[in-house]
């Protein structure tokens, strides 16, 4: 069932549907709000976007030799550029399964670095100022820990050989001991059997 209203409209089934991308969809609108009407990178990206993913965030980048948008969606990483006469633009994405994280870089002359990280590389983008990277930073740490969470259940636990309950049984008997229940030979004892 479509329920229209606000600019948001209700999923139909598992699949999400937010409304047509335009600047009036208001995480759009939240998103480019520094944008001019005219701005071609803002449409560049605009078209990219699909209804069952909301904009989490967009700010000026420069990256493949262009000033474009760097953006995080609920679904992935974009970097557009709409290009201009004299260079060619561009669109490249990261899905979110495949991003491992946003890193801080170091300060290059007057241009702050981020980089993107995946399970094959590191993408080092450029921003003029230190916002638009801390900015990304929470946003991919915000997308990757719903993808875990998502996956929780499909992830393989790791075998920790025990450590975990022996940890338990070592902090049992420190508790004990504290509280007066055991005395110290008595408690050093116990601790010496569990790492024996």
């Given at each position: 069932m479509n329920v229209s209203g606000g600019g948001y409209i209700a999923s139909v089934g598992d699949e999400p549907n937010f409304g047509v991308a335009g600047r009036e969809r208001a995480d759009i609108a939240a998103a480019l709000w520094w944008a001019g009407a005219d701005d071609a990178d803002a449409e560049h990206l605009i078209a990219y976007l699909?209804?069952?993913?909301?904009?989490?965030?967009?700010?000026?980048?420069?990256?493949?030799?262009?000033?474009?948008?760097l953006a995080v969606t609920t679904e992935r990483v974009l970097m557009v550029a709409a290009g201009s006469d004299e260079k060619r633009g561009f669109a490249y994405e990261l899905p979110a399964a495949a991003v491992l994280g946003f890193a801080h870089g170091d300060k290059d002359g007057k241009y702050f670095i981020g980089q993107l990280q995946d399970y094959?590389?590191?993408?080092?983008i450029f921003t003029s100022n230190k916002l638009p990277v801390d900015i990304t930073?929470?946003?991919?740490?915000?997308l990757t820990r719903k993808q875990m969470s998502e996956r929780r259940d499909q992830l393989d636990k790791a075998d920790d050989a025990g450590v975990r309950d022996q940890f338990k049984r070592f902090m049992s008997i420190r508790e004990a001991q504290r509280s007066g229940g055991l005395d110290e030979p008595t408690a050093r004892d116990a601790i010496a059997r569990i790492f024996a």
């Open positions: 699909s209804s069952r993913e909301l904009l989490l965030n967009a700010a000026v980048a420069w990256f493949k030799g262009l000033w474009g948008i094959e590389s590191w993408t080092k930073d929470q946003r991919i740490f915000w």
